[in-house]
């Protein structure tokens, strides 16, 4: 009896195993699946896996940081990524926390709202005074407000002027443009004298530890450079042929190094110039490229290929731009056509400086007396302001409203009133530039102190925030003999 129960039993263990292998089929309308007698051993055993995953593999969650605003100020609205785990300014604010490191750059493009450094050398005082660093940055060879900027003094002669908005006597040629809208060609013995000056911010304007002259050389092109008013030596002697209306010529850097309080730079031959700069080994440094009457169109128009190659010897941590005075008018309510010519501007710059900080600034306040005899913000100001946020917005750059920042309807007449502002309502003045420079300071701390926090707060998030391994490919051809031991 036992064994037959054996052998019945063995049976049933055979067709079932043998069903296993059958595919499912359907009988009458029925369906059968397909039999495993293991199935829940089987499942046990997956289940397990799931339930248990391994430590490494783990994704991690990011936590909605809100960012905290002191109650008044207009914070820096930031479009790069709306779920905030990415943000625009983030590149500019890791680079704050390298400043003992190496230089972090700032290029402010602008009209005449910033034209001798108006406002631009307050908000450089303030970041220097924070971070550390020297000099006046970016000078442009040969300057028609010389004598108005107060932060530097530079003479220069020999030089033909061509740029983006005068176009010059001969016909401006955008592919020849530099980073600056400018170029510059020396005719006969050319010469650039910049001076330090101890009469504004000197504990960080008289002197320089790197001077920097950028241009596009032609074949027997010869420069010579003298430091603090010693004996020339020879800076650049290139025996090459390179044409200048070539596509795509190199642009070169040559510094020289040491406590630089005036320098000279004699140019014999042919060559294409840009500016020279003046900055420290780190620290803060800001580039001011005003260009008076400008909309900021210009910007669009400089090949990507040139910017490129600034990016490649010049790096900035953080571009900003800031145009409208040129734009707004009391008739124009809708700004599409500009903010379209405009747009592409912003697309190359975030081609070529992919590892930037891009930031718009609004248009600022401008007042215009109203009917009943009070000042109030000119029409058509605030359609600009508008039309420029959702300009960021669309191109993911961030973007601050000057406008409301600076106090809104009302502001320029009170700092007219102030001393701080000019009578037309739409410039300030130096003064002026130290009220506005001290608002947008606290506004980029509050931006800084935010980042801080959200670093410690999601410190998986930003791992690789802590370090820079930027190269700097600034070539030298003299060095003091300071530099040199």
Same mark, same amino acid.
């Given at each position: 009896?036992?064994?037959?129960?054996?052998?019945?039993?063995?049976?049933?263990?055979?067709?079932?195993?043998?069903?296993?292998?059958?595919?499912?089929?359907?009988?009458?309308?029925?369906?059968?699946?397909?039999?495993?007698?293991?199935?829940?051993?089987?499942?046990?055993?997956?289940?397990?896996?799931?339930?248990?995953?391994?430590?490494?593999?783990?994704?991690?969650?990011?936590?909605?940081?809100?960012?905290?605003?002191?109650?008044?100020?207009?914070?820096?609205?930031?479009?790069?990524?709306?779920?905030?785990? %990415?943000?625009?300014?983030?590149?500019?604010?890791?680079?704050?926390?390298?400043?003992?490191?190496?230089?972090?750059?700032?290029?402010?493009?602008?009209?005449?709202?910033?034209?001798?450094?108006?406002?631009?050398? %307050?908000?450089?005082?303030?970041?220097?005074?924070?971070?550390?660093?020297?000099?006046?940055?970016?000078?442009?060879? @040969?300057?028609?407000?010389?004598? +108005?900027?107060?932060?530097?003094?530079? +003479?220069?002669?020999?030089?033909?002027?061509?740029?983006?908005?005068?176009?010059?006597?001969?016909? +401006?040629?955008?592919?020849?443009?530099?980073?600056?809208?400018?170029?510059?060609?020396?005719?006969?013995?050319?010469?650039?004298?910049?001076?330090?000056?101890?009469?504004?911010?000197?504990?960080?304007? #008289?002197?320089?530890?790197?001077?920097?002259?950028? +241009?596009?050389?032609?074949?027997?092109?010869?420069?010579?450079?003298?430091?603090?008013?010693?004996?020339?030596?020879?800076?650049?002697? #290139?025996?090459?042929?390179?044409?200048?209306?070539?596509?795509?010529?190199?642009?070169?850097?040559?510094?020289?190094?040491?406590?630089?309080?005036?320098?000279?730079?004699?140019?014999?031959?042919?060559?294409?110039?840009?500016?020279?700069?003046?900055?420290?080994?780190?620290?803060?440094?800001?580039?001011?490229?005003?260009?008076?009457?400008?909309?900021?169109?210009?910007?669009?128009?400089?090949?990507?290929?040139?910017?490129?190659?600034?990016?490649?010897?010049? %790096?900035?941590?953080?571009?900003?731009?800031?145009?409208?005075?040129?734009?707004?008018?009391?008739?124009?309510?809708?700004?599409?056509?500009?903010?379209?010519?405009?747009?592409?501007?912003?697309?190359?710059?975030? @081609?070529?400086?992919?590892?930037?900080?891009?930031?718009?600034?609004?248009?600022?306040?401008?007042?215009?007396?109203?009917?009943?005899?009070?000042?109030?913000?000119?029409?058509?100001?605030?359609?600009?302001?508008?039309?420029?946020?959702?300009?960021? @917005?669309?191109?993911?750059?961030?973007?601050?409203?000057?406008?409301?920042?600076?106090?809104?309807?009302?502001?320029?007449?009170?700092?007219?009133?102030?001393?701080?502002?000019?009578?037309?309502?739409?410039?300030?003045?130096?003064?002026?530039?130290?009220?506005?420079?001290?608002?947008?300071?606290?506004?980029?701390?509050?931006?800084?102190?935010?980042?801080?926090?959200?670093?410690?707060?999601?410190?998986?998030?930003?791992?690789?925030?802590?370090?820079?391994?930027?190269?700097?490919?600034?070539?030298?051809?003299?060095?003091?003999?300071?530099?040199?031991?």
């Amino acid at each position: 009896m036992a064994k037959r129960t054996f052998f019945i039993v063995l049976l049933v263990v055979l067709v079932l195993t043998g069903c296993y292998f059958l595919p499912p089929f359907s009988i009458m309308g029925y369906d059968f699946r397909q039999v495993n007698l293991l199935s829940d051993v089987m499942l046990d055993t997956i289940s397990k896996q799931i339930v248990t995953p391994k430590v490494k593999d783990t994704i991690p969650t990011y936590t909605n940081y809100q960012d905290s605003i002191p109650s008044g100020m207009i914070p820096i609205e930031d479009f790069r990524d709306s779920l905030g785990i %990415h943000r625009e300014m983030d590149h500019f604010y890791k680079a704050l926390r390298q400043t003992k490191q190496r230089v972090v750059r700032i290029a402010y493009f602008g009209d005449s709202f910033i034209e001798g450094d108006i406002l631009t050398a %307050h908000i450089r005082e303030l970041l220097q005074s924070r971070y550390g660093g020297c000099g006046v940055g970016f000078i442009d060879i @040969k300057s028609q407000i010389a004598g +108005f900027r107060t932060t530097v003094t530079e +003479f220069s002669s020999g030089w033909t002027e061509y740029n983006a908005v005068n176009q010059g006597a001969h016909g +401006f040629n955008s592919r020849l443009q530099g980073i600056n809208s400018r170029y510059y060609l020396p005719y006969g013995m050319a010469y650039i004298n910049v001076k330090c000056q101890n009469n504004v911010y000197p504990e960080h304007l #008289d002197t320089a530890q790197v001077a920097t002259i950028y +241009f596009t050389p032609e074949a027997g092109l010869e420069m010579r450079c003298a430091i603090n008013q010693q004996q020339q030596e020879p800076l650049y002697n #290139d025996s090459d042929v390179i044409s200048i209306d070539s596509i795509g010529p190199r642009i070169e850097a040559q510094s020289v190094f040491g406590d630089i309080g005036r320098i000279r730079v004699t140019v014999n031959g042919k060559g294409r110039f840009y500016g020279i700069a003046l900055e420290g080994k780190q620290g803060i440094v800001l580039d001011n490229f005003s260009m008076r009457g400008s909309s900021g169109w210009h910007l669009g128009k400089i090949p990507v290929e040139t910017l490129e190659k600034f990016e490649k010897i010049r %790096h900035y941590d953080l571009i900003i731009m800031h145009y409208g005075l040129n734009v707004a008018t009391p008739s124009t309510h809708h700004y599409t056509s500009y903010c379209n010519h405009f747009r592409s501007a912003i697309e190359n710059f975030k @081609k070529a400086f992919p590892d930037t900080s891009l930031l718009l600034f609004s248009i600022s306040n401008r007042d215009k007396r109203g009917p009943d005899g009070q000042f109030q913000t000119m029409d058509g100001v605030v359609e600009l302001v508008e039309a420029q946020r959702n300009m960021a @917005k669309e191109t993911g750059i961030a973007f601050w409203n000057l406008q409301q920042g600076m106090g809104g309807s009302g502001s320029m007449e009170r700092l007219q009133k102030e001393g701080c502002a000019n009578r037309d309502y739409t410039h300030i003045n130096f003064k002026g530039g130290e009220v506005i420079g001290k608002i947008f300071f606290d506004v980029l701390m509050n931006g800084k102190m935010n980042y801080d926090l959200r670093v410690k707060q999601n410190p998986y998030q930003y791992k690789n925030h802590q370090s820079n391994k930027r190269v700097n490919t600034t070539s030298s051809r003299i060095r003091s003999k300071k530099e040199q031991e």
